[in-house]
């Protein structure tokens, strides 16, 4: 089966009101309405209605980046899966590796969100890679593994094709160091193997996408890998032209 390409923006924290009207403008200006494939731009929450409202006439999806796992409450400065739903925000990003180590999301932490997203309709993508250190010690499988088991565990093998997985080596991300073509094809090959361990069809049919220093230069490359089914772009997608030409890359 071919799966589509998906091509997602993280604006992380960046960006206000005139930025974002602007950056959308200058999007939609350079969309190409003959293109097969996804985009989807991830937004701060606060902006999600905003940019709904700007991709309206567009076939852009609008994400989130973080969810709470749980479903309401004196939860203070948190914000629910249903919330997320009721402002038709359709993807969001869980287990971010920024959200791993400057909040202390642990993997348990990750699974729960991503059933919270999962529950509301929301679709989850589920960010997952490992550091430098844990490259170099020869363990970025183990690490990989273990994420995505999480999610398993909690939710199901079922589950996994109900999301998108972002593999975003932490050494490549905002660094500038993109994982090479084949080493990202090489852990993307082995995630597919590793689902299908639990189940042929969801392996097959689950988009996993590449992120970490993606950019026009690189990006056809990455993109050509028989498993690398899109991409999450930080940086590049700040920025109409890049995150355009990635888009473009994608063919
Ligand atoms: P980057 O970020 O493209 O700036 O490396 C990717 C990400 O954090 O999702």
Known sequence: ????????????????????GELMSDIKGRLDSDW?????????????TKVKELAADTNI?????????????????????SMLADVNCQYVLVGHSERRSLYGESSTIVAEKYQAALDNDVVPVLCIGETLEEREAGTTMTIVKGQLDAV?????????????????????????KTATPEQAQEV??????????????????????YGGSMNPTNAEQLLA???????????????AEQFIAICKAAG
């Open 1 to 20: 089966m071919t799966r589509q390409t998906l091509i997602a923006g993280n604006w992380k924290m960046n960006g206000d009101s005139q930025f974002i």
């Open 36 to 48: 097969q494939h996804q985009i989807l731009v991830s937004v701060p929450s606060l902006y999600l």
């Open 61 to 81: 999806a609008v994400g989130a980046q973080n969810l709470s796992q749980q479903s309401n409450g004196a939860f203070t400065g948190e914000i629910s899966g």
């Open 152 to 176: 398993i565990e909690k939710s199901g093998i079922e589950s996994i094709a109900q999301g998108v997985i972002a593999y975003e080596p932490v050494w490549a991300i905002g660094t500038g």
């Open 188 to 209: 993307h090959a082995e995630i597919r193997a590793h689902l299908a361990q639990f189940d042929v069809d969801v392996a097959e049919q689950t988009q996993i996408l």
């Open 225 to 239: 890998q028989a498993d690398i089914d899109g991409g999450l772009i930080g940086g590049a997608s700040l920025k």
